[in-house]
């Protein structure tokens, strides 16, 4: 029996709520048995961008038979707050409206039906004032969060202006919607002496029992916060989440009811914020070669209409701004507007996936100005080993380059090129491009004290152990890969593991699941905590074969596996799981722990624009081909191909699932979903019939997803990386693969004027312009 064979069975372990999911019978928030008493809260929304609240007339709504409170921001009774830093973000509105569909009245009544008829009697008088929405018109009114945030490295002005070659030019990204499954929602339960708990559909439970507890006027002792399990977020609860949540206690705290606030989708869709939109101004220098002297970028990040994580957003998109590439000067500055559209917030990538845009961007355009091939322009500015980002870390264990020529091998690039060529020639009406987009992503949250976590593993008597930790399970399976790691450390099958719900009781001051961090910190924490109760069992163990069987062995030569503990010198001192833990439980040996895992070595200097941000990289890389119709502008995916290192795996075919389902978010990001505006503020795609996202039928013809598995010194919990995010980055090779099926109309002699996302519209109207030059 070889611990090497055990860690492989673990690695390939199912889902560890996977049996609940299929049978229907996991719950969410909201789908346990409803407290006795359960009342309904409906929102009243304001209809307006930015408006002066003249008057709130509750009269006739609490009138109603059946209401039990009507709620605005007089009946507060601690801080009228949710924002811990800025101080900028009211839970009601005072005196001002300042987005479409911000919560204004709370109603509280016995049913839902109720609750929804006294939302109606509600009068609020207006007066509506002129919106910003556009950060054009946000810094020319001067309407940022704080002032310009700067990195800068060597000397750009100098070394552009030597440069032979030199392009200049916009890229924009643009919105996008979670549009998670589960919408926005919460429990609130009071309970004995002030006590309230809140079941909240959040991915932060410490920001909701602070702010919760700061709203209320009490302590966090009197808030508890408890989730088993998100219905998807994609980091549309970390923060979006706590106003929520904060409502539905204030409900529950001023009525001694239980209370449930749940949005609908059109609720949920008007009233949340987005994936934060960027416009990224930029100049770059470049020798005949294509290799990148001097870059210069402004990006101007549109937050909304309250600070909410724009500028964390902000700072991420601007220390991806590099992507992959070694810039040996560059210039990288960023401004946070606010504007009158519902406050954007996190989104799966985190400001990443804009900055990236624009470097890829860039790297397109060498491709096309030098003639090149855009894959060998992006392998030439690979960084290589050692060299520095703009912001100074050193980066380490580069294999960008590496994974790019073995995307060319697997892919069969020369080969594919050919291939598309020859559709292209044969083909007057459909044209197929290809996209190649690599990927370095710094893993660990920007905000240094955040990158920590806490768990609690107790062992019972009968060899069965309870897991909390302060992970949030939302899909991503966090929960599985924790467990893994116990299941390890302790040698015991996922059978013996309960994972418990993340709650404020058990785990205190968790951090967001955000940052692609989760397994990451709690994973850790948990194998410190595992780490505690194993060295109590091997030495009970030893203690136990002494006495037993009158064999002398050290606690430390003892291995924990196939749910025993035993020696591989002597495979005949051997014992159960269960028995070492019952002689250790009679032994009074300790069976419980609490695990503490802090990241080590982050620290990041703003004023600077200098540190180490991050803990590791993740590197990978995608190509993607395209198909459109030249006469409708509707595009098709082709053939997607990943390189994706992952470490040393804590589970493959979870991996596996992240990456292909970040890379469709990505994918839809970039050619399909788009949520406008009009010019009061209102979004106008806010249901599935209107806001298109990728769905089956945009499955690939090819789909070839090649995880690098292998050790790496700069990895995290058991030698694994994170996956979450960085995957998302691929998508954007669809954007790329459709600029280039476009420009291939004109035998690639001009570049297509493309704006983002990609859609048939934007395709259409590039064809046409192209057309025109």
Known sequence: MKKEQFTQQIKSTKHISGHLHVTGTSKFIGEET????????????????????????????VKIEGMSAVITWKDIPGQNQIN?????????????????????????????????????????????????????????????????????????DLEMKKAKNRLKGVARTSTQEQFYMETQRCWAIPSEDGEITLFSATQSTTEVQETAAMVLGKKSKDITVDVRRLGGAFGGKERAATIWACLAALAANHTHLPCELKLSRLE??????KRNPFKMQYEVGFDDEGRILAYDVVMDVNGGAYTDLTIAIMERGMLHADNTYYLPNARIAAHSCRTNLPPNTAFRGFGGPQGIFAIETVMNRIARYLKKDPLEIRKLNCYKEGQKTPYKQTVHEACSLELLKKLEETSKYNKLKE????????????????????????????????????????????GTISLSHGGIEMGQEINTKVAQVVSRVLGVSMERIRQESSNTKRTANASPTAASSGSDINGNAARVAAEKIRDRLANAAADYFNEKQKEKIKAEDLVFAFDKIYSEAKPEISATFEEIVGYAYVHCVDLCAHGYYATPGI?????????????????GCGLVVMEIDTFTGASRLVEVVIVHETGESLNPEVDKGQVLGAFYQGYGWSVMEEEPHDEKGRYLALTPSTYKFPCIRDYPEKLIIELVDRNRKHASVLGSKAVGEPPLIYGEAAYFAIQDAIESISNYEKEADLEFPATPEATLMAIERMKEK
Not at 606 to 619: A, I, L, S
């Open 34 to 61: 409803r407290p006795s008493g359960m009342q309904s809260i409906k929102l009243v929304f304001s209809p307006y961008a930015h408006a002066e609240i003249l008057s709130i007339d509750t009269s006739e709504a």
């Open 84 to 156: 811990h830093i800025y101080h900028d973000e009211p839970l009601l509105p005072e005196t001002k409206v300042t987005y479409v569909g911000q919560p204004v009245v709370v109603v509280v009544a016995q049913t839902e039906q109720i609750a929804l008829y006294a939302s109606k009697k509600v009068k609020i008088e207006y007066r509506e004032l002129q919106p910003v929405l556009t950060v054009e018109e946000a810094l020319e009114k001067n309407l940022v969060y704080i002032p310009e945030r700067r990195i800068e490295h060597g000397n750009v």
């Open 268 to 273: 949920d869709m008007t009233s949340t914020g």
């Open 419 to 462: 291939e598309v060529k020859l559709f292209n020639q044969n083909n007057a009406n459909l044209k197929r491009g290809i996209g190649v987009v690599p990927v370095k992503f710094g893993i660990s949250f920007t905000t240094a004290f955040l990158n920590q976590g806490s768990a609690l593993v107790l062992v019972y008597t009968d």
């Open 603 to 619: 620290y990041y200097d703003r004023d600077k624009g200098e540190g180490t941000p991050f803990y590791y990289f993740v590197y």
